[in-house]
């Protein structure tokens, strides 16, 4: 980061009411300033330090959800500044919300380190303790920033040459084009925001801003707060870069009803705004479950788009690999450049339940222990490890006592019975932890005799 560039952070940063947090390479906050503070009632000691790149799986504690809420996107690492709405837990038990602005921070090398994140007002109207000329020239920094990055954001970022995305790119290319709503089928970590996000920059609103809401992290009544405040950013065109050109509804089958009914009942409110949305099913099956309502999959998804996962791609787990050393070694200055061959077999063969976003923490972490050029097999994490044994190990059990149907039935009962337990039989949270609907998991309950209750209906 230049002199002049650390100088004015610098400024910012000593301004007791300005509320912003910066973001290390390692997705760790590093720094919560004293408006954050004051603002969401949450001490900067609990906060700095937490990990910011968390699983949607993992049971999060209210501060874990704030931190969670600044883990900046694949795009802002690679330079784009990006404007988006918070919800954040406050440590009162209710909500806050703004608008935030992230802001990608290179050093002298051009290496991106660190994201700032500012609420936007503290852009637009500079508090009383910053001077005045200062807000105007970050301001100013910002727009530059966003008009730099956004011209190298292309096509080129999504990464994948398999024939199983031959589909996908023809799609979302013509999506790119047009202003139809969509929707993302996918696993967790197979990519589905970042497809999102290429089709928002290339798009005719790419100048607007890109608006990502986690219904599976937000309450119902954080919903409706987030949903209500992005109808005011959506009435006011004054300003563009604020203005939601795109608004993703991440994991939209975690969505209640009751929020997909107040949507549609607020739809002229939308009109100006592209909807998109991600999911782990296809829309359709949520509606014959009972789970979706049939006009709101019909508004949202009138376009829908398969991802496959990661181990279905082939050779696409090397290309994806090789770009995370890349970024590795940009970012954090890691020494190593390439696979070793008998690494990338183990990569290959490896089955990555996680997809793309566990592939992309295995490749940080080997890279973090490797002190030559090469990744080899040593370096890869203890966890990867564990993976392919137990995945040796259950591929070695060639004569089963039983048939499959029954081993597979058994492990199913175990597992739901295991986590009904861990969840002192609170099934909504038993179905949030295993990735199922509700009523996906009213039927498997009743199929292996553990429960006579039926899906919940309107």
């Not at 837990?89 to 992230?102: D, I, L, R």
């Amino acid at each position: 980061m230049s002199a002049r560039r650390r100088n004015l952070l610098d400024h910012i940063l000593v301004a007791s009411d300005s509320c912003l947090c910066i973001v290390d390479a390692r997705r760790r906050i590093r720094f919560f300033s004293p408006g954050m503070e004051a603002w969401t009632g949450w001490d900067a000691s609990k906060v700095e330090g937490l990990s910011c790149d968390v699983l949607a799986e993992e049971k999060l504690s209210p501060v874990d959800l704030l931190a969670a809420a600044f883990n900046p996107s694949t795009s802002t690492w690679k330079g784009q500044v990006e404007v988006w709405q918070a919800v954040l837990p406050a440590a009162n038990g209710g909500t806050v919300s703004a608008q935030f602005c992230s802001i990608p921070l290179s050093n002298e090398t051009g290496q991106f380190e660190r994201v700032l994140m500012i609420r936007s007002d503290m852009l637009q109207m500079p508090s009383e303790s910053a001077d005045h000329a200062v807000g105007q020239e970050l301001h100013a920094e910002v727009a530059a920033l966003r008009a730099d990055f956004r011209s190298r954001y292309n096509w080129d970022s999504f990464i994948g040459a398999d024939k199983s995305l031959v589909s996908v790119r023809q799609l979302a290319g013509l999506l790119r084009g047009s202003d139809s709503h969509f929707n993302i089928v996918g696993d967790s970590g197979t990519g589905r925001r970042h497809l999102a996000e290429c089709i928002h920059v290339g798009s005719h609103e790419a100048e607007s801003s890109f608006v990502p809401v986690r219904c599976d992290l937000l309450s119902t009544e954080a919903l409706y707060e987030a949903l209500h405040n992005l109808q005011h950013m959506a009435a006011d065109r004054s300003r563009t870069h604020e203005h939601p050109g795109m608004l993703l509804l991440i994991d939209v089958d975690r969505m209640p009803r009751e929020v997909q009914q107040w949507l549609l009942d607020q739809l002229t409110n939308y009109q100006s705004v592209r909807l998109a949305s991600t999911s782990s099913v296809p829309l359709n099956q949520l509606v014959t479950e009972g789970w979706m309502l049939p006009e709101f999959q019909q508004l949202i998804a009138p376009v829908e788009i398969t991802l496959p996962r990661l181990h279905a791609r082939g050779n696409d787990v090397l290309l994806l690999a090789h770009e995370f050393v890349q970024l590795n070694r940009r970012l954090n200055s890691t020494t190593a450049v390439e696979l070793s061959q008998e690494t990338a077999a183990e990569l290959l063969a490896y089955h990555w339940p996680g997809n793309v976003r566990e592939l992309q923490r295995v490749i940080y972490e080997a890279c973090e222990a490797c002190s030559s050029e090469v990744i080899s097999p040593e370096n890869l994490p203890f966890a990867f490890r564990a993976g392919m044994d137990a995945q040796a190990m259950a591929s070695a059990v060639t004569k089963p006592f039983q048939s499959l149907a029954d081993l597979m039935q058994s492990a199913e009962r175990r597992i739901i019975e295991v986590t009904l337990s861990a969840c002192s039989g609170n099934k909504t949270e038993v179905a949030r932890r295993l990735g199922l609907t509700r009523p996906s998991l009213y039927r498997r309950l009743k199929s292996l005799g553990l429960e006579d209750d039926k899906p919940p209906t309107e």
